[in-house]
């Protein structure tokens, strides 16, 4: 293949995820392009919702400002996630991201949301009204539910108690108390999002917890969260991946043996 096919083949590849012709033809830009586009995007291990998933964490916290512009708009504009998605998928983000970059990202889906439109001469629609809460509102039942939504989503048996702050009001209340169990998106994404922002932030246990728990549950196969660590590292970098590649490996041997005990037979997903 010469140089100008792959500059063709990067070029379409990018042009069919992103929605929009690449703007740099840079030689540097078309390796790029065709080793993420061409490349990791068009492996099978993985669908093309998935991955958008976990490239817009990446792009988000990266703080990279094109990239999450072109992402945003590639991920609506194709129709591979619903506005309404996208924006649980901030408010997800906002708790294992970070706040203020999720304040970010938040600004960057409005604005590329009307963009869609003005392109397409179409209104902006009214702004979907906000999900019903679906857990409960008196505030001792909702810490029983967020304490369960603990110990299911993590797959333990245990979860913290409300005895201070972080705990009560945020990791029992909010995060598992509403977040988690918030309609907008299903857990396999929640698990994408999160196993993502995990790694990119050096939290040594959550990292562990949440690969066991993505790979327990069976939300994620072993195949595809290995597929997950290497579109991490087209987007974020090949240490921090190796860093989820090891540890994704040791929960993988964990969650194996658990399972042989548990009489499953040694049955691995892929």
Known sequence: MTDSDT?????RAYADIMTQPAADDSSVAVTMLDAVFAGVWQRPGLSRRDRHFISLACVAA???????QDHVYAALNSGELTIVE????????AVYGGWPKASRFSMVVDQQWQRIHRDRGTE?????PLLPLTT???????????AQAFRDINCL????????????????????????????????ERRLLTVTCVAFQDAPYPIVSHVYA??????????EIDELALHFAAYYGWPKAAHLSR???EQKARVAQEWAAEGAGGFVPR
């Not at 993505?214 to 195949?223: M, V």
């Open 157 to 188: 048996e245990f979860a913290p108690g409300p005895d201070h702050a972080f705990h009560g009001a945020g990791i029992l209340n909010f995060v598992f108390g509403e977040m988690w169990l918030r309609p907008g998106l299903g857990m396999r």
């Open 136 to 146: 409960p509102s008196d505030p001792e039942q909702r810490l029983a539910v967020g």
């Open 7 to 11: 500059a063709d083949r990067a070029r």
């Open 214 to 223: 993505a790979l327990k549950s069976r939300d994620l196969s072993f195949d």
């Open 124 to 128: 902006v629609p009214l702004a979907p």
């Open 247 to 249: 540890v994704i490996s």
């Open 86 to 93: 996208m924006q649980e998928a901030v408010l997800h983000f």
């Open 62 to 68: 990266a703080d990279a400002e094109t990239p999450l």
